[in-house]
Nanobody, 123 residues
Framework: QVRLVESGGGLVQAGGSLRLSCAAS????????MGWFRQAPGKEREFVAT????????YYADSVKGRFTISRDNAQNTVYLQMNSLKPEDTAVYYC????????????????WGQGTQVTVSS
């Protein structure tokens, strides 16, 4: 098990940027693939980005490709989501998730979740 705590959410104008952080504690962070997911009001949770255990490969949802960047610092047990050129449709609660082993774009395959951080983008 690993405990995840997100931070960095807030209110930003369209076109602005935010950087989300997810601090992990517990077992060896480097053994987990990490993912970011989001859930907007009235919508299902959706995949945003994932990063492999080493950080060598990343994958993104088409809706955020070119605007968001996922990264990790295994020495600091932290994963980040840099969000640029934000749009009102990016408004959601953003969740960090950890999965032992290889990466996945499916939320059902992640065993550990944070509590979420709200991101609101105004037009």
């Amino acid at each position: 098990q690993v405990r995840l705590v997100e931070s960095g959410g807030g209110l930003v104008q369209a076109g602005g940027s935010l950087r989300l952080s997810c601090a992990a504690s517990g077992r060896t962070f480097g053994g987990y693939a990490m993912g970011w997911f989001r859930q907007a009001p009235g919508k299902e949770r959706e995949f945003v980005a994932t990063i492999t255990r080493s950080g060598g490969s990343t994958y993104y949802a088409d809706s955020v490709k070119g605007r968001f960047t996922i990264s990790r610092d295994n020495a600091q047990n932290t994963v980040y989501l840099q969000m640029n050129s934000l749009k009102p449709e990016d408004t959601a609660v953003y969740y960090c998730a950890a999965r032992e082993g290889i990466y996945s774009t499916l939320g059902s395959q992640y065993e550990n979740w944070g509590q979420g951080t709200q991101v609101t983008v105004s037009s």
